[in-house]
């Protein structure tokens, strides 16, 4: 895309319905981070069972009995875990919101020297900081908003903790099941081959969750790609070096 291109492209996004449909996107709360935490935990975390089972040399049936069992467990204790959070930050707003709206009642001319000071740091001055400060303070919920995310620096809308539960679950188990796949689907292969493909598919996940991120952020994919495959990958080998000790004491013992 040239330089002529762009400016076209970027001079339609402003037009005033295109930047209304924008605005209003944007209060939509967002699960991508949900969905890449619950993603690449659920990967890492399965991979790693399995890594340590084929670094102690257990029997493939251990790396199966353990992998679905930590991907079940795993995921509904980190679901349960985001949710529980994403409730918090909530209830936090919530209890924000009764504040303000008792401190308006109760010291409304302090709450809007708190307005006018807000609005005199962002530049407004003389009679155009006056008009603002009596259009923020004519309505009591634009008012309290205004608190919220001024004063206190918090979100007015925030995301869904039964959907963030949800997603996170999901996305766990979807993507926590690629290392398990090939001890499912060639029960006969041999042990170490088996881990082979595994370890394969599962820098696979890594890398596509990583650049999937990226390029949703509009980051360079490639870079985000690469970090998220080298942070499994790390958590896979430590996992694998712990089953290899564990095997070794075990052997000597």
């Known amino acids: 895309m040239d330089h002529a291109e762009r400016r076209?492209?970027?001079?339609?996004?402003?037009?005033?319905?295109?930047?209304?449909?924008?605005?209003?996107?944007?209060?939509?709360?967002?699960?991508?981070?949900?969905?890449?935490?619950?993603?690449?935990?659920?990967?890492?975390?399965?991979?790693?069972?399995?890594?340590?089972?084929?670094?102690?040399?257990?029997?493939?049936?251990?790396?199966?009995?353990?992998?679905?069992?930590?991907?079940?467990?795993?995921?509904?204790?980190?679901?349960v875990s985001n949710q529980e959070r994403a409730k918090s930050d909530l209830e936090h707003r919530e209890r924000a919101r009764r504040i303000e709206h008792m401190h308006i009642e109760q010291v409304p001319d302090g709450e809007r020297e708190e307005v006018r000071q807000i609005l005199s740091a962002k530049g407004f001055e003389g009679e155009l900081l006056d008009r603002a400060v009596t259009v923020v303070t004519s309505d009591r919920e634009r008012w309290v908003d205004f608190m919220l995310t001024e004063e206190l620096g918090l979100?007015?809308?925030?995301?869904?903790?039964?959907?963030?539960?949800?997603?996170?679950?999901?996305?766990?188990?979807?993507?926590?099941?690629?290392?398990?796949?090939?001890?499912v689907l060639t029960p006969a292969a041999d042990g170490r081959a088996t881990f082979a493909i595994s370890a394969g598919l599962t820098a696979a996940a890594f890398f596509a969750v990583g650049t999937l991120k990226?390029?949703?952020?509009?980051?360079?994919?490639?870079?985000?790609?690469?970090?998220?495959?080298?942070?499994?990958?790390?958590?896979?080998?430590?996992?694998?070096?712990?089953?290899?000790?564990?095997?070794?004491?075990?052997?000597?013992?």
């Not at 499994?232 to 996992?239: I, N, P, T, V, W």
């Open 155 to 183: 979100a007015l809308h925030g995301p869904s903790p039964w959907r963030t539960g949800v997603v996170t679950f999901l996305a766990f188990c979807v993507v926590g099941m690629v290392p398990l796949l090939p001890f």
């Open 214 to 253: 990226g390029r949703l952020l509009e980051r360079p994919a490639l870079r985000a790609g690469l970090r998220t495959l080298l942070v499994g990958s790390a958590a896979a080998a430590l996992a694998y070096a712990v089953g290899a000790l564990l095997r070794d004491l075990a052997t000597v013992a």
């Open 8 to 79: 076209a492209r970027l001079r339609d996004e402003h037009r005033p319905q295109a930047v209304a449909e924008r605005l209003a996107e944007q209060r939509r709360p967002s699960y991508l981070g949900d969905a890449v935490l619950g993603a690449i935990d659920g990967c890492v975390t399965t991979f790693a069972v399995v890594a340590g089972v084929v670094g102690a040399d257990l029997p493939r049936a251990a790396a199966l009995i353990l992998g679905f069992a930590n991907l079940v467990a795993d995921g509904f204790s980190m679901a």
